[in-house]
């Protein structure tokens, strides 16, 4: 089983619907989680934090699920800026900030 | 915020040619520089782990004496490809740390095309 696994997608939406990522790790020990964007042959940029209760940041909610070692993001009213490939990021413990990505889903926004 | 330079952001170049790519922090000091290797359609891997002054730590199945990592200052850190063939054409991204145990930040990655 791979550390980090997400459905690759293509994920095409038009403009203003909603959208849900999720995601699965397989170390029950880790410790952090983070979704990133990665822009089409750009680096990886954090897009926010998970934590435990859930957690929003304006159009984004994500929220984890330590039991079922699931990690979900939610878009809403998806705009076109908003196409791009989301990383899920897991750091496996503790005092640790060495970053397994999963290999993203890429979302396409449509007009 | 903190910001993290990569250098070349591309590099096209012969079989057999070593390639070196440097990641600079511009405004903080970096005790810690990670170096990720990105293939198409997959996602980011580790290559090794580079703590200032230290010899880096390399992930399993990463060449050390093929992926040369020098970590001399708190602001630098290079990663020398050498002899380079086609299968080493990837998209190769450093980023940097306060501490190792402090969030990353990303350079703006490198494309290394070996014909």
């Known amino acids: 089983r791979k550390e980090v696994e997400q459905d690759p997608g293509p994920f095409n939406v038009p403009e203003g619907a909603t959208v849900a990522f999720n995601c699965t790790y397989s170390n029950s020990a880790s410790q952090s989680f983070f979704w990133y964007r990665q822009d089409c042959r750009k680096e990886p940029k954090l897009l926010m934090s998970?934590?435990?209760s859930g957690n929003e940041d304006g159009r984004f909610t994500a929220q984890l699920n330590r039991a079922s070692q699931y990690i979900s993001l939610l878009i809403r009213d998806s705009k076109l800026s908003d196409s791009a490939t989301y990383l899920c990021?897991?750091?496996?413990?503790?005092?640790?900030?060495?970053?397994?990505f999963g290999k993203g889903t890429k979302l396409s926004v449509i007009p | 915020g903190a910001v993290v330079s990569q250098h070349p952001s591309r590099v096209i170049c012969k079989s057999g040619t070593s390639v070196k790519i440097e990641c600079r922090s511009l405004?903080?000091?970096?005790?810690?520089m990670f170096w990720y290797r990105q293939f198409p359609k997959q996602s980011l891997m580790l290559m090794a782990t580079?703590?200032?002054?230290?010899?880096?730590?390399?992930e399993q199945g990463v060449e050390k004496d093929k992926f040369l990592i020098n970590h001399a200052s708190l602001t630098l850190s290079t990663l020398t490809v050498t002899s380079a063939h086609p299968e080493d054409s990837s998209f190769y991204i450093c980023?940097?740390?306060?501490?190792?145990?402090?969030?990353?930040?990303f350079g703006d990655g490198t494309r290394l095309s070996i014909l």
């Open positions: 580079s703590n200032e002054g230290s010899k880096a730590t390399y």
């Open positions: 998970v934590y435990s």
């Open positions: 990021v897991v750091v496996p413990g503790a005092g640790s900030y060495q970053l397994t």
């Open positions: 980023s940097a740390a306060i501490q190792g145990d402090q969030p990353q930040h």
């Open positions: 405004d903080f000091q970096a005790t810690t």
